[in-house]
């Protein structure tokens, strides 16, 4: 029951993404089946017990940290809805993480994944629809999956997204994004069903894509354009708003495109456009060159 209703709060409460629910509920399931209590002895002792038997399979710090956050969030989450009486997880320290960049393409490497797609048949229009979403609006792929029709407006240019956190935000779309949309939307009533009658994206069947089902469109899109090796979904999301600051857009802006609750995710990607200059400088100034 606890569990229940603690999925229940990240789910219907807080909007987290189905990953994290997923994730955080497997890691409470298995807090438990380790043969610790939510009921008795749960503390900071017994959280650090946990973390350190976990931290003995040799997991990453990365993974750690997850794991960290996610007793901080349950901790928390007890003692506001009066299970507990203080919030133990505060003495909890998270293993720092080495911050990486994240991978992104270049313009004509996008360009090369976007041609790939074969539009003379309807499967094509939408996974090229798709693609175009990502890049072209910077959206995740689960935010992909979950578009509406009512939410996408081809010729206002937008689409309404309700992304991490239930934070709403409108994305303005390119001319291009909006012309493949508006083809797929053309053809999507021959395979659209009853029960998903709103759902933008479907299959050949009918069935709402889910974001495994967005990966494995951009994977055959990069199976063809080779230049983009090992792209996901959300590479171009990272090339989005790579090419958005290296265009001149301020990081203000590409927080909001992107849906960012605070300035500090936006700001590593400001390492990519000076890591950019950079190499111009190097490739360019007298004193640059060896």
Known sequence: MILKSFRDELQFGRGLSPLTVRAYSAQMTDYIRSGRSFTNGFNSASMRG??????????SPRTMARMVSCFRTFSRWFMETGRAEVDHSQ????????????????????????????????????????VELLYGAGLRAA???????QNTNTTGGTVKIMGKGRRERIVPLPAGTSDFLDKWIQVRPDFVSENEADTL????????????DIRRIVSAGVAVAARAAGATPHTFRHSFATHLLNGGADIRTVQELLGHAGIGTTQIYTHLTTEKLKGVYMKSHPRGKK
């Open 50 to 59: 946990y973390l350190m038997e976990r931290a003995s399979r040799n997991l």
């Open 91 to 130: 003495l909890l320290q998270p293993p720092r993480v080495p911050r990486s960049l994240p991978g992104f393409l270049g313009i004509s490497e996008v360009k090369s994944v976007l041609n790939a797609y074969d539009i003379s048949n309807p499967k094509g229009i939408r996974d090229r629809a798709v």
């Open 143 to 149: 935010e992909v999956a979950s578009l509406t029709l």
């Open 201 to 212: 994206f479907v299959s050949v069947r009918g069935r709402k894509l889910d974001p495994r």
